[in-house]
């Protein structure tokens, strides 16, 4: 396998500003002075660990076709990956491995497999593309592969899932469409329980603001998320509780930050931003969101980035985000961006692909940029950090290959 050296991030490893440097937490912890209830608390492990960030990339796997979606279970045991040649292929990533474990062929591809989900318990996949149905896959057998199309029964013929995420407890399929409309799939009941005109182009994006699962972010073209809660929602009038406008071009992606108050955005118009549910946006700032979308004239999908789009810093009226981020490129495709892991980084970054090729790092407190890996020759979709190794998955549309850091921090050492 090729090696590939990115860049090093600029931040210094093995530093923190909460407790002082490592070196410093060391010394407490010979002496005993940590804490009290042992060498080092969560936070102090979080805290150091947080430090060290991939900067290393290494190529694990090419294909001839364009790879389009790559995640990690939600222990990290397994890695899925779906490209254009209709293959969704799993990994074994335990203890550091990364072999492949199962190639799946998918069923009923119009183009491309758009998007892949695990389970919640890891024993399913599910997987879209353009077709009425949503596909899944058990994987926890490993004898015949059992596949499901779950029918969404659409208005449009014309149709594609571009987003598709599981409820917390796994028993609902969450998905967003290019007929404007999301869609609940029941797994108990076998059968589609929502469909609900919620935006004014496609939906891009759509997830689970928490555990709950009675809160729903969608985003798509209109440049514009939803918040919706499904305790009052009215199929026939859906109206959101609140609304994030402030972007002046379509949303790519949504990622939540689990606690039911933060969430990013990605978007064409070259920047991620940091949403509180508490502070939605005006009427002003929706129609602020329209006119600018009206007004751009150039297709992400093969034009370059015009100037005053890629140097624009203007603010639009009712933009209530709480935190802009720059120097990443949204380009070619739908790029996603999501929040670090809890377990290593205490979520203290932002990370997305990039239309160069690049997986850019954003401080999320900051802003600042404190690590730009590069290695792909071609635009990176798909990002995915391990939850609890420092190793981070980039999918391009050249193929996928895995950076992996140069600095193996010992987490298990930190309880001893």
């Known amino acids: ?37 042992g060498p080092f608390s969560i936070g102090q492990r979080i805290s150091i660990a947080a430090g060290f960030i991939p900067n290393r990339m290494k190529t694990v796997a090419a294909y001839g076709e364009k790879a389009f979606c790559g995640t990690f279970s939600k222990d990290g045991s397994v890695f899925l990956s779906s490209s254009q040649d209709d293959k969704i292929r799993l990994y074994n990533t335990s203890h550091g491995s990364f072999m492949e ?22 024993t399913c996949v599910i997987y879209t593309s353009w077709s009425d149905f949503i596909h899944l896959v058990n994987i926890s057998s490993k004898g015949v592969e059992s596949h499901m199309a779950l029918d969404l029964s659409p208005l449009d013929r ?41 935006h004014e182009d ?32 009215d199929e026939e009038d859906p109206q959101p509780v609140g609304i994030f406008a402030g972007h002046s071009d379509g949303i790519t992606y949504i990622d939540s930050k689990g606690d039911g108050r933060y969430l990013i955005t990605n978007s064409k118009d070259q920047t991620i931003k940091l949403w509180d549910v508490r502070k939605f946006s005006s009427s002003e700032g ?28 203007r603010k639009l009226k009712g933009d209530t985000s709480v935190m802009t981020y720059r120097g990443h490129s949204i380009t070619k495709t739908l790029i996603r961006c999501r929040f670090s892991p809890v377990h290593t980084t205490g979520q203290r970054y932002i990370y997305t692909g990039c239309g160069t090729g690049a997986i850019i790092i954003y401080d999320v407190l900051s802003g600042n940029m404190v690590a730009k890996l590069i290695g792909h020759k071609a635009c990176v979709r798909d990002v995915s950090w391990h ?3 420092v ?23 930190f309880c001893l």
């Open 202 to 233: 496609d939906i891009n994006s759509v997830k689970f603001a928490d555990e709950s699962s009675h809160i729903l972010y969608s985003a798509g073209d209109d440049g514009v998320c939803k918040v919706w809660d499904r305790r009052i929602l």
């Open 158 to 198: 014309d149709f594609a899932i571009f987003s598709v995420t599981f409820s917390h407890d796994g028993k609902e399929i969450l998905g967003g469409a290019s007929d404007c409309y999301m869609y609940v799939f029941n797994r108990e009941r076998n059968q589609r329980t929502l469909m609900m005109d919620a």
């Open 387 to 389: 939850p609890t190794d």
């Open 1 to 37: 396998m090729d090696t590939l050296v990115g860049s090093s991030s600029p931040l210094k490893c093995g530093t923190t500003s909460l407790d002082g440097s490592t070196a410093y937490l060391l010394k407490q912890r010979e002496f005993g002075m940590c804490t009290n209830s």
């Open 286 to 313: 929706l129609e602020a969101t329209r006119r600018a979308i009206t007004n751009y004239r150039w297709d992400y999908r093969w034009m370059a980035v015009p100037k005053i789009v890629r140097n624009s810093r």
């Open 391 to 413: 190793r981070i998955v980039s999918s391009s549309v050249s193929g996928m290959s895995l950076t992996l850091s140069k600095h193996h921090c010992p987490y298990d050492s």
């Open 101 to 122: 474990k199962r190639c799946i062929t998918a069923r009923d591809v119009g183009w491309s497999v758009l998007d892949t989900a695990f389970s919640p318990d890891g």
